[in-house]
């Protein structure tokens, strides 16, 4: 496989070996030459869980304070919230219509909100919904008759996290085009809500490894201890 300038260019501005601190971690991503377009920037968290126990199976969200810069398209799948969704800025508002639409195949959407009252039918779309990530669940804060505030919090920033089978975490946390200040904070908030989210059963060393980069970037290793402070 032919490899291009810039990722050469790019690794070779990375020493795997070394945890930078988290603002130099910052410096150095964004001195690195970016794809034609914003690439969104990641964290990948190692933690110290066995996700095969119900009790170390981390999931939740984090509100991000200065969101993901993604634009988020959202689903609310109601019956008594219509007008509500609609005024909270969500971009399809409905059930029967979109239960069909979605039998048929369809899922162009991020997020997919249900009131309680509607979980019966949309329960059924499991299947298709759940391999996708997109099955509503009242621990990401995605069954609720809270529809509005909901919403809006999706739109600006709050995002689901989920450990996986090898015990990481994954998470957009901004663009290259935040500013250095927003990244960091987006990082340290993702951090405090790990630290909030462990599990009595986590035995040893619980956040392990952290891990920074971007769509088409080398991985950055972080120095833990920066993020904490």
Request: charged share 25%; aromatic share 4%.
């Amino acid at each position: 496989m032919k490899v291009s300038k810039r990722v050469i260019n790019n690794n070779s501005k990375v020493n795997r070996k070394k945890e930078y601190p988290i603002k130099e971690a910052i410096s150095l991503l964004k001195s690195i030459e970016s794809a034609k377009f914003d690439e969104t920037i990641e964290v990948h968290v190692n933690l110290g869980v066995d996700p095969r126990h119900a009790d170390q199976n981390i999931r939740g969200t984090v509100s991000y304070p200065y969101g993901t810069g993604k634009k988020v398209r959202v689903l609310v799948m109601t019956r008594a919230k219509v007008d509500e969704a609609n005024k909270a800025g969500a971009d399809y508002v409905g059930l029967e219509e979109y239960i069909e639409k979605i039998q048929k195949g369809w899922t162009d959407v991020d997020v997919i909100i249900a009131t309680p009252d509607v979980m019966g039918q949309v329960g059924r779309l499991g299947k298709i919904l759940g391999p996708k990530g997109l099955m509503p669940n009242p621990k990401s804060g995605t069954v609720t008759n809270n529809v509005a505030i909901a919403v809006k919090e999706v739109k600006t920033g709050r995002v689901e996290i989920r450990v996986d089978k090898s015990g990481i975490i994954h998470s957009p946390v901004g663009k290259m085009s935040f500013s250095k200040e927003s990244i960091e904070e987006n990082i340290k908030t993702l951090i405090s809500n790990l630290i909030r989210m462990r599990p009595s059963a986590a035995k040893g060393v619980y956040l392990q490894k952290l891990t920074l980069t971007t769509t088409m970037g080398p991985g950055i290793h972080v120095d833990k201890s920066t993020v904490l402070q």
